[in-house]
């Protein structure tokens, strides 16, 4: 890899730590703000906090499309599928632990949230580097995209009564 392509992966990893956590607070900070409610957790729901990864991800993800001009759509699709599989990976350890041991642990959803960073962007990288095939059309991607910035929008507000969405007691 590259020097600058490991600048970029530690950057990107950083940004999205950094951002993630913070945007914890920046509901609250905010004095609920309906607006901040739409890119922040309102809630301690496994739902809500898959916005910690998402959001700082895709904001990082415009960086390198506009400053590092990484327009192609296999690209794209990497992160995507990335992003994808680091949220799902936050739901299905969050749930297992918990269901395991009975109750959430502050230690195990941080160390949670940092495998998924880390997950997401090295698996970004090794889809991009070792699978040339996975390309979606760049419409379609930017479609899944925003259809998933409108769920998280969407069930920020009115979330169905399903254990995703419901904070742990």
Known sequence: MKIRERINLAAG???TLIIGTLLHFTYEWSGENPFVALYSPVNESVWEHLKLLFFPVLLYTFFEI???????GHFLTSRLLAVCIGMFFIASAFFTYTGLLGRDFLALDILIFIFSVLQTFFLSRCFEVRCPGLRLPLLAVYVLLLLLVICFFSFSFAPPELPLFTPPT
């Open 66 to 72: 506009i400053v590092l001009y990484k327009t192609s």
């Open 13 to 15: 990893i950083l940004f």
